[in-house]
């Protein structure tokens, strides 16, 4: 059973395009969150959600757009790719403190 | 920026204990230290946190210094299968508290 479900796992897309990423989680937790790791592996918070209400933003383009239709989804929409947005993007969720991470998205963007 | 500070590499030899150290000389009393590890780009993988005691699970243990200043999580039996990079985060009470993530000490187990 995968407690943390994202897809597509590889997203390979021409820029300018619209994609979106999908995140599911079987826990019951209250929090999710969006991750981006760049190509030099650094793992940086763009959004969180607790009950489907935003609670952290952090300095992302405003072609980022989260969604979170239930509190077990949190979906990540993003208008008009750039290059420098090829990352491995991870969900994660929690319940308290303790994150628990999605397997990711590889996004190449061409 | 990240609140800790960590070397960037590490080798163990299989069987033995990996000691991986941290230093959060900055943590105030309310902030915890975490640990988690992202084996070959999967997605990070929680392994144990602490405030104030010593704390043991299946996977580690974490040793908290007494001014809680650095921390240094230990694996008793390393394997192959433990080669990771490791990442020390210190972090709030509250979902409202970030979690930040510095570059974390990637950690070879050799054979």
């Known amino acids: 059973d995968t407690a943390v479900s994202q897809t597509p796992k590889y997203l390979v897309t021409q820029m300018g395009n619209d994609k979106s990423i999908k995140c599911e989680q079987n826990?019951?937790?209250?929090?999710m969150y969006w991750y981006k790791q760049d190509s030099k592996k650094f793992l940086k918070i763009m959004f969180s959600?607790?009950?489907?209400?935003?609670?952290i933003n952090e300095t992302v383009p405003n072609r980022f757009s989260p969604k979170s239709p239930d509190k077990a989804h949190l979906n990540l929409h993003i208008n008009s790719l750039e290059l420098g947005d090829s990352a491995v993007y991870f969900c994660a969720s929690s319940q308290g403190l303790t994150q628990y991470f999605g397997p990711g998205t590889r996004l190449l963007v061409l | 920026d990240a609140k800790t500070t960590q070397p960037p590499s590490m080798d163990c030899a299989e069987g033995r204990a990996a000691n991986l150290p941290c230093n959060h000389s900055t943590i105030s009393g309310n902030e915890y230290v975490y640990w988690y590890r992202q084996i070959h780009s999967q997605g990070p993988q929680y392994i144990i946190h602490g405030l104030k005691n010593n704390e043991t699970n299946e996977m580690a243990s974490l040793i908290i210094t007494e001014d809680r200043k650095s921390s240094t999580l230990i694996l008793p039996h390393a394997t192959l299968r433990d080669t990771a990079v490791y990442y020390c985060i210190v972090r709030g009470k509250t979902s409202y508290d970030k979690v930040i993530f510095g570059p974390g000490t990637s950690l070879s187990v050799i054979p």
């Open positions: 826990l019951g937790h209250d929090t």
């Open positions: 959600y607790n009950n489907k209400e935003l609670i």
